[in-house]
């Protein structure tokens, strides 16, 4: 007859069980092991450590004109250590390194305040339409298609011109257009919400619908939210890099990324090389770490992939 002994066998129980992983922490598991997101984030970090603390590692604001550089920067203005002018300088003689911060900063700024106002707008429009349903539905999303018939760009310019190319009408055309397509997202998503059992509860015990709408709907709405506002931000950097191409947008003494590339295509042909090189390097590596950033929380929210 077998002798059953209760303290060996709780030995042999672990000592921490498995208590299961949230979707969070299964998530953040999920990104850390995707290479190319984890090397996009890490210069991701590294440019925002540039944009916005480059600037104590030069004597020059960026904005002083150098007049003794003026029509002989091709020789004099290079790229050195010695002088401190590490990116070179630009046709006025101003320190091309510095600019190169600003403009980082800038349209790094401009992008991520862009998209959380596109957030922000669209994810409360598109679960109060989807939450309530009808003809309230219908004629917020009726409003969603006339807005989005419209040509942004041209929106876009047409504002800049008639009101003025100041920055703030910039963030102010940037983020009032581009809430449109989020808006369609979070209504979409909260017409499966609204269904489930937890939002059917809340209902029953009296809940007001605002209240739902903040506390049960708009939190479920999170994991998607993320991954359009980390998608979204590259868009709004290229919509404000195109417009200052173009000379709309962000006026002197500031700049952009856009604009310095901008000043540096049309000196390429003068033998300065520098001056479009490095501000188009740190657009494309930003624009890029922002895709793999966004693509890495898709692949690590999605609960398809799970």
Sequence with gaps: MAFHDPTAEALQRPAHPDKGRSLWTDARRRFARNRAAMVALVALV?????AFFGQLLTEFDGETVDFTLIGVNATQGVPSLETGHYFG???EG?????????GTRLSLMIGIVGSLVAVVVGTLYGAVSGYLGGRVDGAMMRIVDVLMSIPFMFVLILMLVMFGRS????FIGIGLISWLSMARIARGQTLSIKNKEFVEAAVATGVRPLTIILRHVVPNLAGVVIVYATLLIPEMIIYESFISFLGLGVQEPNTSLGALISRGASQIGNGVPWQLGFPLFFFVVMLFAFFFVGDGL?????PKDR
Excluded: H, N, P, S
């Design 46 to 50: 590294l440019i925002a450590l540039f």
């Design 89 to 91: 300088t630009d046709q």
């Design 94 to 102: 101003r320190d091309l390194y510095a600019r190169t911060v600003q």
């Design 167 to 170: 920055l703030l009408m910039l």
């Design 298 to 302: 898709r692949d690590a929210i999605d």
